[in-house]
């Protein structure tokens, strides 16, 4: 295959991305405030309008506001599925976007779909933790969301049975008690037949088309650790941002 000589980015992608990268690695935590636009151009060595457009764009990707008192990291509008949510924990704290609230419908043991074995890379019928849960805000269910992880993590982590909420939800319970950090993902969106548990959460008749995210979690090894699936509420979207050169 013949080499290509890669082009830059334009320097206001490259100061977008820069602060991007810190904010999804944490390094810059919700409310942290970012070099003033002065600031940005003199260390950059770039014009005051090349800062001004990497900071708008931030602020048009969701991860940053404006106001007369600076700019401020803000992921309040920007996350919403389970990758996001893991991203939010990380840098945030919280897997919650503001004034959103969730509710765990179900933990348990059951023996592994075809679908959750081949994605968990298990054999089916081996156990496997099944814990369901419902994100609401004002504006109502933003998801069904079911995520399965292998029956043997239960050892290491009890609470994965417990109706209730846990603290660093899944992803930071299993990196604590197995050392095992989510470091990958493969998302697969769908339109799907909502099964008749999760209609009647959703508020929608059994059987129709709606839309769902699935997503694959791998640890440092590359072996699986959780395998989710969510159901999107009614007039509910997912979009993806991508700097392309």
Do not use: C
């Not at 009647?200 to 699935?214: K, W």
């Amino acid at each position: 295959m013949t080499p290509k000589v890669q082009r830059a980015a334009p320097p206001f992608m490259q100061i977008a991305e820069h602060f991007r990268v810190k904010i999804k690695e944490g390094q810059l935590p919700q409310e942290t405030r970012l070099p003033s636009i002065a600031e940005i151009a003199r260390e950059w060595g770039v014009a005051t309008a090349t800062a001004a457009k990497a900071i708008n764009k931030l602020q048009d990707e969701g991860y940053v506001r404006s106001s007369s008192q600076g700019t401020f990291v803000d992921l309040g509008r920007k996350l919403t599925s389970g990758p996001d949510r893991l991203q939010m924990l990380r840098a945030t704290g919280s897997g919650f976007r503001k004034g959103e609230s969730v509710e765990i419908l179900s933990a348990r043991l059951i023996p592994a779909p075809a679908h959750v074995a081949e994605g968990l890379k298990i054999s089916e019928g081996d156990q496997v933790v099944q814990r369901r849960r419902v994100y609401r805000d004002d504006d109502g269910v933003v998801a069904v969301s079911t995520s399965y992880l292998a029956g043997e993590l239960a050892e290491a982590a009890p609470e994965l049975l417990e109706v209730g909420p846990l603290p660093k939800m899944t992803f930071g319970l299993i990196e604590d008690r197995t050392g095992r950090r989510a470091v990958r993902r493969r998302d697969v969106v769908a339109m799907a037949p909502v099964p008749e548990d999760i209609a009647a959460v959703l508020g929608v008749e059994a059987g129709m088309q709606a839309l769902t995210m699935t997503n694959q979690y791998s640890d440092q090894n590359g072996d699986p650790t959780e395998y989710a699936k969510d159901f999107l509420g009614a007039g509910r979207e997912l979009s993806a941002e991508y700097t392309l050169d």
